[in-house]
Nanobody, 128 residues
């Protein structure tokens, strides 16, 4: 059973940085992404990356967050800079082993929520 495990969360002050990592055992994800859910709000897509390196970002994180992957380490990253209180929430890593996700992410970007593998989430808290 494939598992995705997030790490790197924590609490920082506004303006600070964090790097989230997500380690998986499969090396053939066609699509991967980071999602987050703030208290009392719905889950939202943050960033996505395809197997060809194509990326997509939520407008509010463009220029501040960078998604990347190290295929040799089967690890997905999310570098988060200039954090604000609006970035507070549970962050989830997700991956899709189905090639069909390429077209769906291509169409919906970070709005594609139906990835077939999810981590349990990690908490990010930004204090002002």
């Amino acid at each position: 059973q494939e598992q995705l495990v997030e790490s790197g969360g924590g609490s920082v002050q506004a303006g600070g940085s964090l790097r989230l990592s997500c380690e998986g055992s499969e090396d053939t994800y066609y699509c991967m992404g980071w999602f987050r859910q703030a208290p009392g709000k719905e889950r939202e897509g943050v960033a996505a990356i395809l197997s060809d390196g194509t990326t997509a970002y939520r407008d509010s994180v463009k220029g501040r967050f960078t998604i990347s992957q190290d295929n040799a380490k089967n690890t997905l990253y999310l570098q988060m800079n200039n954090l604000t209180s609006e970035d507070t929430g549970m962050y989830y890593c997700a991956g899709d082993l189905r090639q069909g996700c390429l077209a769906l992410v291509g169409k919906w970007g970070i709005g594609y929520y139906a990835m077939d593998h999810w981590g349990k989430g990690i908490l990010v808290t930004i204090s002002s």
